[in-house]
């Protein structure tokens, strides 16, 4: 229509660019070809969704699929650091282009952009959802088999918007062993069945750590219970990710796609079956 304004509630019309009432979704780049997005998703802050991100987005690399992270996370960037990505991203009339890693993963995040990477992101919460929205709108992302989009922590409005804006085809919980006897993974499942949004699996992290003298497993933070809870709420896919001083020192150097270990692997064949 050539008279369009783009606000739907003010015209009844039934063209082909009408959006319902409650879709707020964005549409990617035109040049963008996206074929399945992960979201990452924690109850609450800190429990290493962003380390989860980096080895499953690794894994599915590994399995020979163009893979692509989405680093949503405005206000704690973590992703360039992981991957050892200092450059900043470039861009031309057409868009924005995500940084390439050493082994091929495209990435955009905030830190991406900023002058300074030690910069804080001290900005009110619609520009930080407006900005997550930009990643997906204006970062030209080709051919991109798996992207995963490391969301911001909690269930407030930023991570709210996200999950409206982009469509997700499902969503990874990360949790630790306290939080999975508190209430909080409960508030990120019903989220995610509020936006109708299916969860593929729960990942427990810091479930345990294994002595390096006598293999005995401990239970730092307590005893699992990521079984138990995953059955509560019907999700068919669950993982242990250990304490591992070996992923800390990946992250801290930048090497993370050299980690080693199978603690992911069932729920990557789930993602590469789904
Ligand atoms: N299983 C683990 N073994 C060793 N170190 C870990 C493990 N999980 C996370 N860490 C470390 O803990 C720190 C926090 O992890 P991460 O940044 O992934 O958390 P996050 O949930 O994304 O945090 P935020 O929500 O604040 O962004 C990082 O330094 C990370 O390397």
Not at 51 to 58: E, G, I, K, P, R
Not at 70 to 93: C, R, V, Y
Not at 164 to 182: H, K, M, N, Y
Not at 201 to 213: A, K, R
Request: charged content about 20%; aromatic content about 6%; some cysteine.
């Amino acid at each position: 229509m050539s008279d369009c304004n783009h606000n739907c509630e003010s015209c009844s019309s039934s063209c082909g660019d009408r959006k319902e009432k409650n879709d707020f979704t964005v549409q990617p780049h035109e040049l963008s070809n996206i074929k399945k997005v992960i979201g990452v998703v924690s109850g609450k802050g800190g429990v290493g969704k962003s380390l989860v991100t980096s080895l499953l987005a690794v894994s599915m690399n590994r399995r020979g699929y163009h893979t692509a992270i989405l680093d949503a996370d405005i206000t704690g960037p973590s992703i360039p650091k992981a991957f050892g990505l200092h450059e900043k991203a470039k861009g031309n009339e057409m868009g924005l282009f995500p940084v390439k890693s050493k082994t091929g993963i495209d990435v955009m995040s905030i830190n991406l952009l900023l002058g300074n990477e030690t910069d804080p992101v001290v900005w009110r919460g619609p520009i930080i959802a407006g900005t997550v929205k930009q990643f997906w709108s204006d970062v030209i992302w080709s051919d991109v088999d798996y992207m995963f989009v490391d969301m911001p922590p909690g269930t407030g409005d930023v991570p709210l918007t996200v999950f409206q804006s982009i469509p997700l085809d499902g969503i990874i919980i990360v949790t630790s062993p306290q939080e999975l006897v508190s209430m909080i993974v409960g508030k990120a499942v019903k989220m995610a069945s509020m936006m109708n949004v299916p969860i593929l699996g729960l990942i427990e992290n810091m479930s345990y750590f294994v002595c390096p003298d006598c293999n005995t497993q401990y239970p730092i933070f307590g005893e699992s219970h990521v079984e138990e809870v995953a059955g509560r709420y019907g999700i068919n896919a669950f993982a242990k990710l250990p304490i591992n001083p070996k992923l800390a020192a990946a992250c801290d150097k930048g090497m993370i796609e050299l980690f080693e270990g199978d603690w992911l692997d069932a729920l990557a064949d789930i993602l590469e079956n789904n």
